[in-house]
């Protein structure tokens, strides 16, 4: 995945702190519902191969498969509890209400699951790819 962004300072370790624009998935074109995160920058740290210096707009790259996992893992987890409770509670002989509540009970396990997973989870790497013109 190859973003656009500006170097702010140079880190330890041959790094670089670099402004990227935070996306979302309506791409900024909607229609002002103020939930939108879109435009507000993010600092990343980048491996700065090429030595850029703060103020240089570059080009980042990450590992695009590193963010489907995560995507995927925060998604999923939880609509498969969600599920998942149902149909235990269903197999239990529960009411409609109870199922209902512990699918919601499970999807809630589900996201504190993501949640503890998330801290574990590998850390996005970027680096830096070259200047933007």
Do not use: W
């Not at 990227?20 to 791409?27: Q, S, Y």
């Not at 002989?93 to 809630?108: F, K, P, T, V, Y």
């Not at 989870?121 to 013109?133: A, E, L, P, S, V």
């Amino acid at each position: 995945m190859k973003q656009n962004g500006v170097v702010t300072k140079l880190l330890d370790n041959g790094l670089a702190e670099v402004a990227v624009e935070r996306g979302t998935a309506c791409g900024g074109h909607c229609s002002g519902c103020g939930e939108c995160v879109y435009g507000k920058r993010i600092l990343v740290p980048a491996v700065n191969s090429i030595f850029a210096k703060p103020g240089e707009n570059v080009i980042i790259e990450s590992e695009t498969g590193v963010i489907m996992q995560t995507a995927l893992l925060i998604y999923m987890v939880p609509v498969v509890m969600l599920f998942l409770g149902y149909g235990l509670g269903a197999l239990l002989g529960q009411s409609q209400g109870r199922c209902i509540a512990m699918s919601l009970l499970s999807c809630a396990v589900g996201v504190g699951i993501v949640t503890l997973l998330g801290r574990r989870h590998k850390k996005i790497d970027y680096r830096i790819t070259g200047y933007q013109h």
